[in-house]
């Protein structure tokens, strides 16, 4: 149910009603509703094909809707072109990392800062054009323990590491949603330790949605979770509410044993 704050105002950062996509006769996502609160950590999990990355396209705008309506902090964002609904604060990173390799991290972030001008073409300007954006930048790269590497090319970087810069670089938007799709996928375990402590920092002040297929972060670092299953919402609540779930239970047991 929707947050409500004083005299009855929402205090939703996103609201998505009966949301559905079509493939033809495929219905990858069908009628999902999603309460985001403002501030909140949020997964939304589910099996392999279950229409969590088709959920996330739609929020973002990489595919239109065929039914349904979203809202960013009660402003209608349905329809809208990508650019539009990242500058309006609803910014997301992706499961493949999305980095410049050959350019140093330092660059990476100042390419992102660039988004946020009025005029974005400073990548075909002298080098000066970007120095302006420095001090920002290393702020966010401190911000996220990257600045040791800030001279580094970013291809260079664990992966670990490019995940934050990934992060880094999203940041960049200064986002009040930052949609996160599956940030801890292949990492090893003191990467993922190191990642999930960043996500708990920059979420303070900003409200994170993320797909993650890693239960262990769910449960740790999560407070409410959304379950999918075949495109349609079968549970959400708490990471207890949802784990004890039978729906829940079946829909997992039955993905391990198709």
């Known amino acids: 149910m929707t947050g ?105 972030v100042r390419f992102a800062l660039q988004q946020k001008r009025a005029s974005n073409f400073d990548f075909w300007r002298p080098e000066r054009s970007l120095n302006t954006l420095n001090d920002r930048a290393m702020e966010l790269l401190e911000n996220l323990d990257l600045d040791p590497w800030a001279d580094h090319r970013a291809g260079e970087l664990p992966y670990g590491r490019k995940r934050a810069l990934e992060i880094a670089t999203t940041l960049a938007l200064d986002p009040s949603v930052l949609l996160l799709d599956e940030p801890t996928s292949g990492m090893g375990r003191e990467d993922i330790g190191r990642v999930t402590d960043l996500i708990r920092k920059v979420a303070v002040g900003r409200t994170v949605l993320m797909v993650e297929h890693n239960l262990s972060v769910v449960q740790g670092l999560c407070d409410k979770v959304t379950v999918l299953a075949r495109g349609q919402v079968i549970a959400q609540g708490t990471y207890d509410e949802v784990a004890n779930d039978a729906r829940v239970v079946e829909a997992y047991l039955g993905a391990v044993h198709a």
């Open 4 to 108: 409500q704050g004083e005299k009855g105002v929402s205090t939703a950062a996103l609201t998505v009603r009966n949301i559905s996509k079509s493939f033809g006769a495929f219905k990858a996502v069908d009628g999902v509703d999603l309460d985001i609160a403002t501030g909140e950590i949020h997964a939304m999990i589910g099996p392999n094909g279950a229409g969590k990355t088709t959920c996330f396209n739609l929020l973002t705008g990489d595919l239109p809707l065929t039914n349904g309506e979203i809202q960013l902090h009660g402003k209608v964002i349905s329809g809208l072109a990508t650019d539009v609904i990242a500058r309006q604060g609803l910014v997301r990173s992706y499961q493949i990392s999305s980095i410049f390799p050959d350019f140093t991290v330092l660059n990476n």
